[in-house]
């Protein structure tokens, strides 16, 4: 059975940084998309960026020049180092992936979600 494990996050101060890490594991053939979506209390699910296994990535225009994602195809692994963080990136943050495993068919999989807080 496929899954993602995030590990990461935490409390940190206003202009602090953190590092979100995500390991997919299981029958797996390929990872498509992989990529870091946040929910702050009150609102939607939204993109903070993604990464294509070629290494085209995608961000937020609220996390652009400050956040970055990465990924280690050998390890099926994603990253995400966030930097000059504020209040306004407190949120749950939960992994994704697009996966082709074994069986069944491909499709979208998420990380339980991990607690990022930024006090100011």
């Known amino acids: 059975q496929v899954q993602l494990v995030e590990s990461g996050g935490g409390l940190v101060q206003a202009g602090g940084s953190l590092g979100l890490s995500c390991t997919a594991s299981?029958?797996?053939?390929?990872?498509?998309?992989m990529g870091w979506y946040r929910q702050a209390p009150g609102k939607q699910r939204e993109l903070v960026a993604r990464t294509l296994r070629e290494g085209t990535t995608k961000y937020a225009d609220s996390v652009k020049g400050r956040f970055t994602i990465s990924r280690d195809n050998a390890k099926n692994t994603v990253y995400l180092q966030m930097n000059n963080l504020t209040s306004e990136d407190t949120a749950v943050y939960y992994c994704?992936?697009?996966?082709?495993?074994?069986?069944?068919?491909?499709?979208?999989?998420w990380g339980q979600g991990t607690q990022v807080t930024v006090s100011s």
């Open positions: 299981g029958s797996i053939v390929r990872i498509d998309a």
């Open positions: 994704h992936a697009y996966i082709f495993p074994v069986r069944p068919d491909p499709q979208d999989y």
